[in-house]
Each structure stands twice: as C-alpha cells, then as structure tokens.
C-alpha cells in the first residue's frame, strides 16, 4: 500500500483531468470515482473524489472550487528513457492549452506542472567530467523541451 498520495484540488475539472492522465501515460488507470448526491457539496452526479494511477502511483483529485490554484512549487518530475519519450509527453501535456516553460518544464491544460526529464540528463550534470557537466547544464538552460543529443553533444564538447 502506497503511503503518501498526491491530492490534487481542482475547481471543476477533476474528472476531465484524471481521464486526461490516464490517457497520457500507457500504464495507468482510473481506479474510483465518488459522485456528488443530492445533497452536494457539487452538482449532483459530478465527480467529488477520484483516484488514479500513472505507472504504480495512486493519485486522488477533488473538485474542490475554485479556491485554490497551481503553481510550479509542486511539480510532477517524469523520468523519460528516450527522446521519443520526451516528444510525445510534450506533445501531449502541450496540445490544447499546456504551456511550455524552460528547461523541460511546462504546465498542461489544467494548470499542473511537470518536468518531462531524461534519465541521462543526471549523468550529463553530475559526470565525471565537471567541464562537460557545466557545458551540459549552460546548454539544458537554453532549452524548452529538452534534446538529449544536444545535451550529450555539449557534454561531449562536440561543437
């Protein structure tokens, strides 16, 4: 049993976005839905409570109002093996309102941010050539959505 889940307080669109997750990621579902009654705290029928999982993570989202906003204090970091990884997360996470930001992070349609990160990118930063590290992070700075070659071309000194 997992023992720390995230909790996701949307305004209305907790269900649209958990449905959303799913899609995105291969290895995920819904996994409960609660649904307002008569008596509230929303319209009757639409989703209070759900939970989710993406890759073994549980998460639970509410539609909570609109009380509380994101912000890129918290962030979703998605380790990506490949840069076909890391172009169809983007794509997907971008399409229909996400906006991208520097350094592999973007915030999608709902508001939620997330680092779409590949997993050399700790390699090229921490390596044992300090110089290519440096290089790797002034070129990792430059970028939006994150290009593995370029970053282990930078790494490399390959001009």
């Known amino acids: 049993m997992q023992k720390i889940t995230p909790f996701l307080w949307f305004d209305h ?5 958990m449905n959303f997750y799913v899609s995105v990621f291969k290895n995920s579902k819904v996994v409960s839905v609660t649904r307002n009654g008569d008596s509230g705290p929303g319209p009757k029928g639409t989703l209070f409570v759900g ?5 073994g993570q549980e998460f639970q989202v509410l539609n909570g109002g609109p009380l509380f906003q994101f912000t890129e204090a918290i962030s ?3 380790k990506c093996e ?3 990884e890391i172009d169809d997360l983007w794509q997907k996470f971008t399409d229909g309102g996400g906006k991208p930001d520097r350094c592999g992070w973007l915030k999608d349609k709902y508001g ?4 779409i990160i590949p997993t050399v990118l700790g390699k090229l930063l921490h390596g044992p050539d300090a110089e290519g590290s440096k290089r ?8 939006i959505k994150l290009d593995i070659a370029a ?4 790494y490399d000194g390959a001009s």
Do not use: D, G, T
């Not at 939970?51 to 890759?55: L, Q, T, V, Y």
């Not at 970053?151 to 930078?154: E, G």
């Open 13 to 17: 669109q907790a269900e649209e976005a």
């Open 51 to 55: 939970a989710f999982e993406i890759e």
């Open 76 to 78: 979703f970091f998605v």
């Open 82 to 84: 490949s840069q076909e």
């Open 112 to 115: 939620v941010s997330w680092q």
């Open 136 to 143: 790797a992070l002034a070129a990792m700075m430059q970028m």
């Open 151 to 154: 970053l282990q071309k930078a």
